[in-house]
C-alpha cells in the first residue's frame, strides 16, 4: 500500500516512517508536516492509506478529512486519547494509535486496514459475495458506546429522537444515546422503512400502531408529525 504520512513533528514522522519498513507491504512515498501542503498533494495524486495526526497548528487532522472529497483509509495518530469518540464519525478512519506507538499496536492497526480494502476492492471488481449477504449487512448498524461499537439490527429501530448533539435509538428491547446527528443517521437508515416526520424525529413506519391528528403512536411513544412531513408519511402508508 502506498502511503503519507502527515505530522507536524519530524520526530513523529520518523517513527511512523521505521514502523512503516518493519511492515513489507508499506510504501510510504511521501511526508508532510502541513495538512495544508498533503491537501495539495491528495487532490492530484491518490494514495491507499494516511498517517495523520490531529494536533497540527492552522489546520487539524479532522480538518483534513472533511475538505477531501473522497479521503483514502485513514489511521490516526495522537497523542491525545480523548478524541476516540469523534474519530468513529468518519467511515474512513481505520484506527487509532495513542503515541508513543508500539509495534505490536501499528500491526494490529495496518491489518484492519489491509481488511478493509481488501473488502472494499472484492466489492467493487467481484460478485463472490451473495446479494443475501449484502442485504443481510445493510440491516444492520454499529453504534459508538462507552468506546464499543454495539451492534443493532436496523428493523428493531422504532424511532430516532434528536436530543441536542446527541440522537436517543429506541429500539424494540433498548434505548441507546449516541453523539451524532439525525442527518447523520438518516443517511444509514432505508428510506423504504424509515421517515423523518418532524425535524427531531425519525420514525419506522413498520412500527406504527396509530395516527391521530398531527401525531403517531410508536409502541408507548407519541411522536410528533410536522405540517410539512404529513403528507409524505401519508403517502407511505398502505390505506384502504
Same mark, same amino acid.
Given at each position: ?13 520518523? @517513527? ?7 511492515? #513489507?507491504?508499506?510504501?510510504? $512515498? ?5 495538512? @495544508?501542503? +498533503? ?8 494514495? !491507499? ?9 492552522? *489546520?487539524? #487532522? %479532522? ?7 473522497? &479521503? &483514502?483509509? =485513514?489511521?490516526?495518530?495522537?497523542? !491525545?486519547?480523548? %478524541?476516540?469518540?469523534?474519530? *468513529? ?9 495513542? /503515541? ?5 499496536? %501499528? ?5 484492519? +486496514?489491509?481488511? *478493509?480494502? %481488501? ?11 451473495? /446479494? ?17 461499537? =454495539?451492534?443493532?439490527?436496523? &428493523? ?5 429522537? +434528536?436530543? #441536542?448533539?446527541?440522537?436517543? $435509538? ?19 437508515? &432505508?428510506?423504504?422503512? *424509515? ?6 424525529? @425519525? @420514525? ?13 403512536? =410508536? ?22
Amino acid at each position: 500500500m502506498n502511503c503519507l504520512i502527515i505530522d507536524d513533528e519530524s520526530a513523529a514522522r520518523a @517513527i511512523v516512517e521505521q514502523l512503516c519498513k518493519s511492515e #513489507g507491504s508499506l510504501n510510504v $512515498i511521501e511526508q508532510f508536516s502541513n495538512a @495544508i501542503q +498533503a491537501i495539495k498533494y491528495l487532490n492530484q495524486n491518490q494514495v !491507499d492509506l494516511i498517517f495523520l495526526d490531529i494536533h497540527m497548528p492552522d *489546520f487539524t #487532522g %479532522f480538518d483534513l478529512i472533511q475538505t477531501l472529497k473522497k &479521503p &483514502p483509509r =485513514i489511521i490516526l495518530t495522537t497523542s !491525545d486519547e480523548k %478524541f476516540a469518540i469523534d474519530a *468513529f464519525e468518519y467511515e474512513c478512519i481505520v484506527d487509532y494509535l495513542v /503515541k508513543p506507538i508500539t509495534l505490536p499496536r %501499528f500491526t494490529k492497526a495496518i491489518e484492519k +486496514a489491509k481488511k *478493509f480494502t %481488501f473488502s472494499a476492492n472484492e466489492n467493487s471488481v467481484s460478485n463472490s459475495v451473495s /446479494k443475501e449477504e449484502v442485504k443481510e449487512e445493510d440491516q444492520q448498524l454499529y453504534i459508538n458506546i462507552d468506546r464499543r461499537l =454495539i451492534k443493532i439490527e436496523i &428493523p428493531s429501530i422504532n424511532v430516532v429522537e +434528536a436530543k #441536542g448533539d446527541y440522537i436517543l $435509538i429506541k429500539t424494540k428491547d433498548k434505548n441507546y444515546t449516541v453523539h451524532s446527528t439525525l442527518k447523520k443517521i438518516e443517511e444509514k437508515l &432505508p428510506n423504504d422503512l *424509515f421517515l423523518k416526520v418532524h425535524r427531531s424525529y @425519525i @420514525i419506522n413506519l413498520k412500527r406504527i400502531v396509530d395516527i391521530e391528528d398531527n401525531s403517531v403512536l =410508536i409502541e408507548k411513544d407519541v411522536i410528533p408529525v410536522s405540517r410539512s412531513n404529513r403528507s409524505e408519511l401519508m403517502k407511505r402508508l398502505n390505506l384502504l
